[in-house]
């Protein structure tokens, strides 16, 4: 009998270590994701408010309905902008909810190894 929970410990230690790996190998995968998303967010939010300071300027040159056009045309860049904004926070998200779900894993994994 002790051969077989001995084996069984064994067999559940090593799925323990497999999902482990795999677990942090996705959260190390969504972090790099999420990084390299919130860099590109921070170098181009930006863009909008420099796009209506040059509305702006360019509003006394054109024609009403070209003004229009364009205030149109930055209000849908707004709209992209806070779609990008949604991204990064939904990534932060993931990534911290993935790390919760490794942690307790592994935690029930040690748990049921010590019972």
Do not use: W
């Not at 309905?65 to 860049?77: A, G, I, M, N, P």
């Not at 932060?92 to 994994?109: F, G, I, M, P, V």
């Amino acid at each position: 009998m002790g051969l077989f929970n001995s084996h069984k410990k064994r067999v559940i230690t090593e799925l323990r270590k497999k999902s482990e790996a795999i677990s942090n190998d996705i959260s190390k995968e969504i972090n790099e994701r999420f990084e390299d998303l919130k860099t590109d967010y921070e170098e181009n939010k930006v863009v909008l408010k420099e796009f209506n300071d040059f509305v702006g300027e360019l509003e006394a040159k054109l024609s009403p309905q070209d003004v229009e056009k364009l205030h149109s045309f930055s209000t849908r860049l707004y709209k992209v902008k806070r779609c990008a904004k949604k991204g990064v926070e939904a990534m932060r998200e993931l990534a911290r909810n993935q790390k919760k779900a490794t942690t307790e894993t592994s935690r029930e994994y040690q748990e049921y190894l010590h019972v």
